[in-house]
């Protein structure tokens, strides 16, 4: 299985802060890399795949970087409504894998 | 509109058989993948396996294979996954999730259900 290692486990930050979540993957893979955004209560909300493409309707302020094995997700200016947990996910091979998940707060 | 409508939250006892549903419409139900993915309490996300309804072609994850089983009926535009013998540990939402593009069965998740909360305890 591809381990998917998200770093950090939390975070905690101030309105209008840049903030950067890390993922790396135990093997190359592909650039086949999601993130979502999940709110408490709430089912997961795709906001980046394939390492880079913003989904349709997702703020310009988050932006995925990354290849290889190392990629990252970048809010540029941290929103209240941006509070939430991120979520990496690989599906460059089976079984599909999560990373363990980012709690942002805001300080 | 493409939309994913699971079935209730279940309370059940250990050793009880459960059958979980997803209901989709807005599109042409057998030409997507469908996903399972469970969410333990406080806990992060992990893929159970995936159902091609067009053939009923399956693929489970290592950790749940043997544990759980996944269908689908084309007539109903669900699809399903079922417990024979439920335990404490199997407590956690269950979403299911359809990918991006037609006939594949790695895509991301575009489109997800609500979650169906299952409950199992003595």
């Known amino acids: 299985d591809i381990q998917m290692t998200q770093s950090p486990s939390s975070l905690s930050a101030s309105v209008g802060d840049r903030v950067t979540i890390t993922c790396q993957a135990s093997?190359?893979?592909?650039?086949?890399l999601n993130w979502y955004q999940q709110k408490p209560g709430k089912a997961p909300k795709l906001l980046i795949y394939?390492?880079?493409t913003l989904e349709t309707g997702v703020p310009v302020r988050f932006s995925g970087s990354g290849s290889g094995t190392d990629f990252s997700l970048t809010i540029s200016s941290l929103q209240p409504e941006d509070i939430a947990t991120y979520f990496c996910?690989?599906?460059?091979?089976?079984?599909?894998?999560f990373g363990g998940g980012t709690k942002v707060e805001i300080k | 509109e493409v939309q994913l409508v699971q079935s209730a939250a279940e309370v059940k006892k250990p050793g009880e058989s459960l059958k979980i549903s997803c209901e989709a419409s807005?599109?042409?139900?057998?030409?997507?993948?469908i996903d399972w993915v469970r969410q333990m309490p406080g806990k992060g996300l992990e893929w159970v396996g995936v159902i091609f309804p067009g053939d009923s072609d399956t693929r489970y994850s290592p950790s749940f294979q043997g544990q759980v089983t996944i269908s689908a009926d084309t007539s109903l535009n669900t699809a399903y996954l079922q417990w024979s013998s439920l335990k404490a540990s199997d407590t956690a939402i269950y979403y299911c999730a359809r990918g991006f593009w037609p006939g594949a069965s790695q895509t991301p998740f575009h489109y997800w259900g609500q979650g169906t909360l299952i409950s199992v305890s003595s």
């Open positions: 807005g599109y042409t139900f057998t030409t997507y993948w």
């Open positions: 996910q690989q599906y460059d091979d089976l079984p599909l894998t």
């Open positions: 394939d390492a880079s």
């Open positions: 093997q190359d893979i592909n650039n086949f």
